[in-house]
Nanobody
Framework: QVQLVESGGGLVQAGGSLRLSCAAS????????MGWYRQAPGKQRELVAT???????RYSDSVKGRFAISRDNAKNTVYLQMNSLKPEDTAVYYC??????????????WGEGTQVTVSS
């Protein structure tokens, strides 16, 4: 059973910083892309940032220059450093990863989410 567990959310004032972590565990051969998504109340889930196994990154325009995604392949962990936070960054943040589970087999998994609240 593959599992993703997020941590690091919380309440922060506008302009502050938070660092999210997401650790993968279970039975798999490797992890391909990992990423962070978020969902604000009444809105659809949206992409925040993704990172490939080789370290190539992609960001949404709304967080570019403020957020940084990274990963530690030895620890099967992905991070999201969030700086200059704004009230509009308030959302539940979800970790996502695609796992190689066998020959030509892969699975996509989501974490349960961690709340980030930015006060003005």
């Amino acid at each position: 059973q593959v599992q993703l567990v997020e941590s690091g959310g919380g309440l922060v004032q506008a302009g502050g910083s938070l660092r999210l972590s997401c650790a993968a565990s279970g039975r798999f051969f490797s992890i391909d892309d990992m990423g962070w998504y978020r969902q604000a109340p009444g809105k659809q889930r949206e992409l925040v940032a993704t990172i490939t196994s080789s370290g190539s990154t992609r960001y949404s325009d709304s967080v570019k220059g403020r957020f940084a995604i990274s990963r530690d392949n030895a620890k099967n962990t992905v991070y999201l450093q969030m700086n200059s936070l704004k009230p509009e960054d308030t959302a539940v943040y979800y970790c996502n990863a695609r796992f190689r589970t066998g020959f030509m087999a892969s699975q996509n998994h989501w974490g349960e989410g961690t709340q980030v609240t930015v006060s003005s």
